[in-house]
Nanobody, 126 residues
Framework: QVQLVESGGGLVQAGDSMRLSCAASGIFSRYAMAWFREAPGKEREFVAT????????FYADSVKGRFTISRDNAKNTVDLQMNNVKPEDTAVYYC????????????????????WGQGTQVTVSS
């Protein structure tokens, strides 16, 4: 049974940092992982992705330079370090996984992802 469980969300002030974590069971190796987010009244959007080898990453322009995605294949976890957060980062953050044919495979396409977590709320106050 595949399960992705996010943790680490909550309330944070603008300019502060927050770290989200996603624990995977049932899958992990040879799966690229990603974070998406969904703000109230908006479509779910791509945030960041990391290849199954961990050697390649890709970020949305809105978070580039502020957020860092990382993974620990020994622990089956993927993290999102969020620095200098802004009120517009407020959203429910979702962890997602897609099976990868190659070690460097990455995609920002929401429809490509096979598995999703339940999400964790991040609220940034100004």
């Amino acid at each position: 049974q595949v399960q992705l469980v996010e943790s680490g969300g909550g309330l944070v002030q603008a300019g502060d940092s927050m770290r989200l974590s996603c624990a995977a069971s049932g899958i992990f190796s040879r799966y690229a992982m990603a974070w998406f987010r969904e703000a109230p009244g908006k479509e779910r959007e791509f945030v960041a992705t990391i290849s199954w080898s961990g050697g390649s990453t890709f970020y949305a322009d809105s978070v580039k330079g502020r957020f860092t995605i990382s993974r620990d294949n020994a622990k089956n976890t993927v993290d999102l370090q969020m620095n200098n957060v802004k009120p517009e980062d407020t959203a429910v953050y979702y962890c997602a996984a897609v099976r990868s044919g190659t070690s460097g495979y990455l995609t920002a396409a929401k429809a490509a992802y096979d598995y999703w977590g339940q999400g964790t709320q991040v609220t940034v106050s100004s």
